[in-house]
């Protein structure tokens, strides 16, 4: 038999290239979808990392450049994004985040010209605002003033973005040299109504530079108050001390302005992301600002990306003013993991090596609460308020939780005094009255009283349901079974799988006869897995019933 070798070589070849193209399809697939998944899970890192082997497979394929180009810019690397973004843009591309990402890696190497170019294309590149205000300030990095200032009125002259167009054009003028005519604009009536912390902040620069100094403390006082968050430049201003206004230094800063602003607005409201995008242009930019850096962080925290979070927030330096801010975020991020300990630790390690500030003895006994170990919370609080630190956290409240650490370690006189200061600071804070109410319920002291503070703290929150459970519990304890079950009702209706309210439910239920509703309620809440000790209990009142359950207990037995 003859055997065709070059037909057989062909053939095999053939085979070896649709196999190959089979794989490569399945493995592209396959990467998508890990890709698409972690996506929704906001995942940037195995977003980027699987766009990117899909890439590989199918590198002509705009859903996936986009993708990754997307996953890119959210992890802060406008580098890798702008190289896949140009290729796409090339391609006629209408992706945002693909532009965003060119003009990212442009501004933070400061190539105007190239900014220039992307936005003289045909059609908007991210949208009428920000491309007409970006492009004034990459005119003014290639020296055509003229035309930056024509870009810039195009926005003033737009009623809807009016305020924002004078901010911009107020920080262009000032960072020209024109100081007279940056405070004019700054002054305008319209953009008086744009008055973010910022640009009272460029204000205030802008006439110490001019020596009006005076106006310059005025405003800063008259935006922030005595517990200045423009400490540093006013304490300059005081002293005398030479000003020159650097809080645009280049026009590429002023790009960044633009996108911390927009990213601000947004909060966490904006679809698609694009304000976590908007906050990352401004970041690449201006990597050391401590405001973008808490966005950022921020932005990252409502997104459940905690770790994320912490280490932009451990990028704000211990100097800074925002310093104690990014160690709260910091703590929070921990605390959110369910890392109290070494939340704890970095607030002990923040005092130790860089003092008290604001919220952080608080938040350290807040998070010993959670950790049941209520001296070194009463330690905590007790520093706050032995200290004379009034910055934070308000003193009803720090006596409020100080008073609950005391009464779970049994010190109620204590507890009561604090609860009674708090009220005396701040006499309708519905918590306080609910838990000094409760608490008097179950000791069995001023039942009265007890019942007059729960009742007014239901009439200040009638939707809390903890707070309507206190009111049908002291019912109960005053023996008014028939009184307590409507507000019991609607405890378990507001707090359907709660343990505790659903067991004190059954508890009602028993007292006015209906047993087989209170054995329901019961098993109901051994359901949502109650605390071992209330778990035998209930155990013990579905087996027996009420009654003898507390009479065992009025006994000592089982106690």
Do not use: C
């Given at each position: 038999?003859?055997?065709?070798?070059?037909?057989?070589?062909?053939?095999?070849?053939?085979?070896?290239?649709?196999?190959?193209?089979?794989?490569?399809?399945?493995?592209?697939?396959?990467?998508?979808?890990?890709?698409?998944?972690?996506?929704?899970?906001?995942?940037?890192?195995?977003?980027?990392?699987?766009?990117?082997?899909?890439?590989?497979?199918?590198?002509?394929?705009?859903?996936?450049?986009?993708?990754?180009?997307?996953?890119?810019?959210?992890?802060?690397d406008?580098?890798?994004?702008?190289?896949?973004?140009?290729?796409?843009?090339?391609?006629?591309?209408?992706?945002?985040?693909?532009?965003?990402a060119?003009?990212?890696?442009?501004?933070?190497?400061?190539?105007?010209?190239?900014?220039?170019?992307?936005?003289?294309?045909?059609?908007?590149?991210?949208?009428?605002?920000?491309?007409?205000?970006?492009?004034?300030?990459?005119?003014?990095?290639?020296?055509?003033?003229?035309?930056?200032?024509?870009?810039?009125?195009?926005?003033?002259?737009?009623?809807?973005?009016?305020?924002?167009?004078?901010y911009?054009?107020?920080l262009?003028?000032?960072?020209?040299?024109?100081?007279?005519?940056?405070?004019?604009?700054?002054?305008?009536?319209?953009?008086?109504?744009?008055q973010?912390?910022?640009?009272?902040?460029?204000?205030?620069?802008?006439?110490?530079?001019?020596?009006?100094?005076?106006?310059?403390?005025?405003?800063?006082l008259?935006?922030f108050?005595?517990?200045?968050?423009?400490?540093?430049?006013?304490?300059?201003?005081?002293?005398?001390?030479?000003?020159?206004?650097?809080?645009?230094s280049?026009?590429?800063?002023?790009?960044?302005?633009?996108?911390?602003?927009?990213?601000?607005?947004?909060?966490?409201?904006?679809?698609?992301?694009?304000?976590?995008?908007?906050?990352?242009?401004?970041?690449?930019?201006?990597?050391?600002?401590?405001?973008?850096?808490?966005?950022?962080?921020?932005?990252?925290?409502?997104?459940?990306?905690?770790?994320?979070?912490?280490?932009?927030?451990?990028?704000?330096?211990?100097?800074?003013?925002a310093?104690?801010?990014?160690?709260?975020g910091?703590?929070?991020?921990?605390?959110a993991?369910?890392?109290?300990?070494?939340?704890?630790?970095?607030?002990?390690?923040?005092?130790?090596?860089?003092?008290?500030?604001?919220?952080?003895?608080?938040?350290?006994?807040?998070?010993?609460?959670?950790?049941?170990?209520?001296?070194?919370?009463?330690?905590?609080?007790?520093?706050?308020?032995?200290?004379?630190?009034?910055?934070?956290?308000?003193?009803?409240?720090?006596?409020?939780?100080?008073?609950?650490?005391?009464?779970?370690l049994?010190?109620?006189?204590?507890?009561?005094?604090?609860?009674?200061?708090?009220?005396?600071?701040?006499?309708a804070?519905?918590?306080?009255?609910?838990?000094?109410?409760?608490?008097?319920?179950?000791?069995?002291?001023?039942?009265?009283?007890?019942?007059?503070?729960?009742?007014?703290?239901?009439?200040?929150?009638?939707?809390s349901?903890?707070?309507?459970?206190?009111?049908?519990?002291?019912?109960?304890?005053l023996?008014?079974?028939?009184?307590?079950?409507?507000?019991?009702?609607?405890?378990?209706?507001?707090?359907?799988?709660?343990?505790?309210?659903?067991?004190?439910?059954?508890?009602?239920y028993?007292?006015?006869?209906?047993?087989?509703?209170a054995?329901?309620?019961?098993?109901?809440?051994?359901?949502?897995?109650?605390?071992?000790?209330?778990a035998?209990r209930?155990r013990?009142?579905?087996?027996?019933?009420?009654?003898?359950?507390?009479?065992?207990?009025?006994?000592?037995?089982?106690?």
């Amino acid at each position: 038999m003859l055997i065709n070798l070059p037909r057989l070589i062909s053939a095999a070849l053939l085979s070896s290239s649709i196999f190959a193209t089979y794989a490569s399809a399945e493995t592209s697939a396959s990467s998508y979808l890990v890709a698409r998944h972690a996506d929704r899970q906001n995942d940037f890192e195995m977003a980027a990392e699987f766009y990117l082997d899909s890439l590989f497979f199918d590198p002509n394929n705009s859903i996936l450049s986009g993708g990754a180009v997307e996953a890119l810019i959210a992890l802060g690397d406008f580098e890798k994004a702008g190289e896949i973004a140009v290729g796409m843009i090339e391609t006629g591309s209408t992706n945002t985040a693909a532009f965003l990402a060119v003009l990212g890696d442009a501004a933070r190497n400061e190539d105007y010209q190239k900014i220039i170019k992307v936005l003289a294309r045909d059609g908007v590149a991210t949208n009428d605002l920000t491309d007409s205000l970006v492009l004034g300030w990459a005119l003014l990095g290639v020296g055509d003033q003229g035309r930056a200032l024509e870009a810039f009125n195009m926005v003033v002259n737009d009623e809807r973005y009016r305020a924002f167009g004078l901010y911009h054009l107020g920080l262009a003028l000032a960072w020209s040299g024109d100081l007279e005519g940056a405070i004019s604009v700054f002054q305008d009536e319209a953009h008086r109504n744009f008055q973010s912390p910022r640009s009272i902040l460029a204000e205030a620069q802008i006439l110490a530079e001019l020596d009006r100094l005076a106006e310059a403390e005025r405003r800063l006082l008259e935006a922030f108050g005595a517990n200045s968050a423009a400490r540093e430049l006013a304490d300059k201003i005081r002293s005398g001390e030479d000003i020159s206004f650097d809080f645009v230094s280049t026009p590429a800063e002023g790009m960044a302005e633009i996108y911390y602003t927009l990213a601000d607005a947004l909060g966490g409201d904006a679809p698609n992301l694009f304000n976590l995008y908007y906050a990352r242009m401004a970041l690449e930019i201006r990597p050391t600002d401590s405001d973008v850096l808490l966005l950022v962080a921020g932005l990252f925290e409502q997104l459940d990306r905690m770790s994320i979070a912490r280490d932009i927030y451990l990028e704000v330096g211990d100097q800074d003013a925002a310093f104690f801010t990014a160690a709260m975020g910091v703590a929070e991020t921990l605390r959110a993991e369910g890392r109290l300990g070494d939340a704890v630790a970095h607030l002990q390690g923040v005092i130790a090596d860089v003092g008290i500030g604001p919220y952080v003895l608080v938040t350290l006994g807040d998070i010993s609460r959670q950790l049941d170990d209520y001296e070194s919370a009463v330690d905590a609080y007790t520093r706050r308020l032995d200290g004379g630190i009034t910055n934070g956290y308000q003193d009803w409240y720090v006596h409020y939780v100080r008073g609950v650490a005391y009464e779970r370690l049994g010190q109620w006189r204590k507890a009561d005094d604090d609860f009674r200061r708090s009220l005396a600071i701040q006499p309708a804070q519905p918590q306080v009255l609910n838990y000094l109410g409760y608490s008097l319920v179950e000791r069995r002291e001023n039942l009265d009283e007890a019942l007059g503070m729960i009742e007014e703290a239901v009439a200040l929150r009638p939707d809390s349901g903890y707070i309507v459970d206190s009111l049908g519990w002291v019912y109960y304890r005053l023996g008014r079974f028939e009184e307590a079950v409507i507000p019991m009702e609607l405890a378990v209706e507001l707090l359907a799988t709660d343990p505790i309210v659903n067991d004190h439910l059954g508890d009602v239920y028993w007292k006015v006869g209906r047993e087989y509703e209170a054995g329901f309620q019961w098993r109901r809440a051994l359901s949502f897995d109650p605390d071992p000790i209330d778990a035998d209990r209930i155990r013990r009142k579905l087996e027996f019933g009420l009654d003898v359950v507390l009479g065992e207990e009025s006994e000592g037995i089982n106690d």
